[in-house]
């Protein structure tokens, strides 16, 4: 999963940064997904993220994000988040939010 903002990565390895939203709905609750700083990247060495959970928000029915959601998605406001993904995705009418959990590398199975 590509995350270019460019905080977020170690947001998500000191656990402060535990959602995300995209406009796709490809990701699967219970898989682990690598994590890239860009499209071409490989994934970082440190560990992965397992998707612990989703859900759907439609655009007309999005009333307001909650404070603890927005925090959630690497320390924003609501009202900071929802400019920032207007600005990346200007035309999204549907988006998934994803809920995940990070895993070093050394904690991950083999």
Known sequence: MIFSVADHIQQIIAGTKTQTRRKSDWYQV?????????RTCKGIPEGRIKIT?????????LLKLSPEDAEAEGGY???TFETLY?????KWMERTAYI?????TKEIPT
């Open 86 to 90: 207007n600005k990346i995705n200007p």
């Open 100 to 104: 995940f959990k990070y895993t070093p």
């Open 30 to 38: 219970g898989k682990t997904y690598s994590i890239q700083p860009c």
């Open 77 to 79: 406001t609501p009202e």
């Open 53 to 61: 959970a989703k859900k759907t928000e439609y655009k007309h029915y």
